[in-house]
DNA sequence: ACATTAAGTGATT
DNA sequence: AATCACTTAATGT
């Protein structure tokens, strides 16, 4: 149940426009805000889904988790967007697939699962949206795969600082070389050398545990 | 002052 | 492009 007039007021903003008022009536009603912070995880493989999540303000990282604790960046889910995995496993009443952690500090919209059936029946706004977003998270999937396969690394190195940027919305990255090497699947030393030539270039400019963006 | 962690570099595969 | 082995630099205690 969501109380606080700022917290509707927050729904309204980021999805409101998106529903039919019925609709929203009902998300106040079983609805939950969560705030999270920084590095939080949210779910891990194999967790039991309970609720959907709308990402009211930051971003989650969502990835594939492999037993040794190797890791496979799928897609980042920012303010506005839900989680399609998590679709997925309402339809089915499966485990998460995936591993969801939070970039910044985060508000999230749960709303529990057994509502999506019904809702799917009776709005036609629902349906779309849950449509829709299953369609822009597998076209970014898509992406990520074509990257992977067919991009260079430097290449690659470049998307993923000016993605950063963006979702962060900030030109300062605060991820070390390490991070940055992990979530390209490749090592600290490539990562570094490849960050040191785009410095020589003037487009980045290097800190400790930060890199800074000259440019979007 | 010392230990720890991040980043830089040459050589090798 | 990855790995090794080592250095240098920054930061925490």
Same mark, same amino acid.
């Given at each position: 149940m969501i109380e606080s007039e700022q917290h509707k007021k927050i729904i309204r903003k980021k999805i409101? *426009?998106? *529903?039919e008022e019925k609709l929203i009536e009902e998300i106040y009603k079983v609805g939950k805000i969560k705030d999270i912070s920084l590095d939080d995880i949210i779910m891990r493989t194999g967790d039991e889904v309970f609720y959907i999540p709308f990402i009211l303000s930051g971003a989650l990282k969502i990835s594939r988790e492999k037993s040794d604790g190797e890791e496979l960046l799928l897609y980042y889910i920012e303010s506005g967007d839900t989680c399609a995995m998590t679709l997925q496993c309402c339809v089915r009443k499966s485990k998460s697939e995936i591993k969801a952690k939070a970039m910044e500090d985060s508000i999230l919209l749960m709303i529990p699962i057994k509502y999506m059936a019904d809702w799917m029946e009776r709005f036609a706004s629902w349906r779309q949206y849950i449509l829709e977003s299953y369609h822009s998270r597998i076209t970014e999937l898509m992406e990520t795969v074509d990257a992977i396969a067919f991009m260079r690394l430097d290449k690659r190195l470049d998307m993923y600082l000016k993605d950063q940027a963006k979702l962060l919305g900030s030109l300062e990255i605060n991820h070390t070389h390490m991070q940055i090497a992990e979530d390209l699947h490749s090592s600290r030393v490539v990562i570094s050398r490849l960050l040191k030539q785009m410095e020589a270039k003037g487009l980045i400019e290097l800190k400790r545990n930060r890199v800074v963006l000259k440019t979007y």
């Open positions: 409101g *426009f998106l *529903f």
